[in-house]
């Protein structure tokens, strides 16, 4: 698709704040000296990752470290990185929870229309296909029907000593993102995946590429 663009992590997700979204914290650095200045202000244990346009699949690609937690993990991964993409930036990301991921998503289809989907995140996106969609946008009734649909949806309960997830922040989540997809033609895919829950339960994005027309 030569006519589309990637958006890097860090610009995706600032759209998303710009909508309310929660995100996590985060920090691009240019170096190791900026990577090493914004684990100083996060503080350890970080996510450090590849951040670049055109970027898509990182994880898949060891791109992604998650839990660093000192300065001589830190310049492994980063040297890992760079000797990879030699001009990736790097993000710097708090660490978050994720005993619980859910993805949420935007697709501008060609023959339905624009469609918002919510399910399991994570490695399970693939692994057992449990989510749910509706063309967009949608309303807050039905993000919690959307919240419900899921055959784990036992997963977002007070299970195991995690936290009941806030399920109307995470289904005014699902509404915000359908609104940005449909709202914005030029935007044809966005992916939120993982969206993890902090010690309040409320959904934070900790992972999001957004696809325009370029």
């Given at each position: 698709?030569?006519?589309?663009?990637i958006l890097s992590e860090?610009?995706?997700?600032?759209?998303?704040?710009?909508?309310?979204?929660?995100?996590?914290?985060?920090?691009?650095?240019?170096?190791?000296?900026?990577?090493?200045?914004?684990?100083?202000?996060?503080?350890?244990?970080?996510?450090?990752?590849?951040?670049?346009?055109?970027?898509?699949?990182?994880?898949?690609?060891?791109?992604?470290?998650?839990?660093?937690?000192?300065?001589?993990?830190?310049?492994?991964?980063?040297?890992?990185?760079?000797?990879?993409?030699?001009?990736?930036?790097?993000?710097?990301?708090?660490?978050?929870?994720?005993?619980?991921?859910?993805?949420?998503?935007?697709?501008?289809?060609?023959?339905?229309?624009?469609?918002?989907?919510?399910?399991l995140g994570g490695i399970?996106?693939?692994?057992?296909?449990?989510?749910?969609?509706?063309?967009?946008?949608?309303?807050?009734?039905?993000?919690?029907?959307?919240?419900?649909?899921?055959?784990?949806?036992?997963?977002?309960?007070?299970?195991?000593g995690l936290p009941q997830?806030?399920?109307?922040?995470?289904?005014?989540?699902?509404?915000?993102?359908?609104?940005?997809?449909?709202?914005?033609?030029?935007?044809?895919?966005?992916?939120?995946?993982?969206?993890?829950?902090?010690?309040?339960?409320?959904?934070?994005?900790?992972?999001?590429?957004?696809?325009?027309?370029?």
């Open positions: 698709m030569n006519d589309t663009k860090y610009e995706s997700k600032k759209i998303l704040k710009k909508t309310g979204i929660l995100v996590c914290r985060e920090i691009l650095a240019q170096d190791l000296y900026e990577t090493k200045k914004a684990i100083n202000e996060l503080g350890y244990p970080v996510v450090i990752k590849a951040c670049m346009d055109g970027l898509a699949h990182k994880s898949e690609q060891g791109l992604v470290f998650l839990n660093v937690k000192s300065n001589e993990e830190t310049e492994y991964v980063y040297n890992l990185i760079k000797n990879r993409l030699p001009n990736s930036k790097i993000l710097v990301q708090e660490m978050i929870n994720n005993q619980r991921e859910v993805m949420v998503g935007f697709l501008r289809d060609n023959i339905i229309g624009p469609c918002v989907m919510f399910g399970f996106t693939e692994i057992l296909r449990d989510t749910t969609f509706r063309l967009a946008p949608i309303d807050k009734f039905e993000a919690m029907k959307m919240v419900e649909d899921i055959r784990a949806k036992k997963i977002l309960t007070n299970v195991r997830v806030d399920k109307d922040s995470l289904a005014d989540l699902i509404v915000k993102l359908s609104q940005l997809g449909a709202q914005n033609t030029n935007i044809i895919e966005i992916d939120i995946n993982p969206i993890c829950f902090n010690k309040q339960g409320m959904p934070v994005a900790v992972d999001s590429t957004i696809i325009i027309r370029d």
